[in-house]
């Protein structure tokens, strides 16, 4: 697998745990907001 190829895989697994994140039903904003950030710090 060459960069390219694992650029878009990252990109594309990161893709599904955001649209993962979003279906989800938190029971605090603190919560929301803590697991959008925690995938921010995986997208650099």
């Known amino acids: 697998m060459d ?3 694992f650029q ?3 990109k594309s697994a ?3 745990l ?3 994140i979003l279906s989800r ?3 605090t904003q603190r919560e929301a907001e803590n697991a959008a950030a925690q ?4 997208a650099g």
């Open 25 to 27: 039903t938190f029971r």
């Open 3 to 5: 960069e390219v190829e």
């Open 39 to 42: 995938l921010m710090s995986f």
């Open 8 to 10: 878009q895989l990252y």
């Open 18 to 20: 955001w649209r993962w």
């Open 14 to 16: 990161l893709d599904v």
